[in-house]
């Protein structure tokens, strides 16, 4: 699709989900195109406000692979926390059980809050959302420390370069 991107004109693409990013080095090479990756322009906003802690919630994929946290702690020198035990198993069920159709149940919210609030307790200065639905069930009223949303983060960065007319890729 990269490919396709780059011959109707695209300057730059980009990939709307965490998830995928498992594969983003490969499509990368593949593509023939500048791309912009979800972390960059989440760990931009981590370093403006100063935080070096942070907590990650994202699928079991995002939190245990090293396409995010470790791009998070190899290029940008950040202390990642992820959610561990039964709130790593509520977060990454809570996605494909119902977010991910649609739903957000109440105690589905309780068991975020409880998930962001270990990773605080844990010395998390921010929290990041690093999956397209949990805009859906975590509001910046649900954490006691600052919220990043990367759909949000990426999103912004894409208008940026596309405005700009050239590639902020990295930090």
């Known amino acids: 699709m990269a490919c396709n991107l780059k011959a109707a004109g695209a300057d730059f693409f980009l990939l709307a989900c965490n998830t995928v990013h498992t594969a983003s080095e ?3 090479q593949l593509a023939g195109l500048p791309f912009l990756h979800i972390v ?3 760990a931009r906003q981590i370093q403006q406000a100063g935080f070096t802690a942070v907590g990650l919630l994202g699928s079991r994929y995002t939190m245990t692979g090293t396409y995010f946290a470790g791009r998070l702690r ?11 035990g ?25 068991r975020f809050q ?14 990041v959302l690093a999956c397209t639905e949990f805009g859906m069930v975590v509001q ?32």
Not at 74 to 84: M, P, T
Not at 86 to 109: F, I, K, S
Not at 114 to 127: S, Y
């Open 74 to 84: 190899e290029r940008y020198g950040l202390n990642v926390l992820v959610a561990e």
């Open 40 to 42: 960059d322009p989440t």
């Open 140 to 171: 910046a009223g649900d954490s006691p420390v600052p919220v990043i949303d990367t759909t949000i983060a990426h999103a912004q960065a894409a208008v940026e370069m596309a405005l700009a007319g050239e590639p902020l890729l990295q930090a």
């Open 26 to 28: 490969r499509i990368e």
């Open 114 to 127: 409880a998930a962001i609030a270990d990773l605080v307790a844990r010395g998390a200065e921010v929290i």
């Open 86 to 110: 039964e709130h790593q198993d509520n977060v990454h069920n809570a996605l494909y059980a119902e977010l991910a159709r649609g739903a957000v149940l109440p105690a589905t919210r309780a």
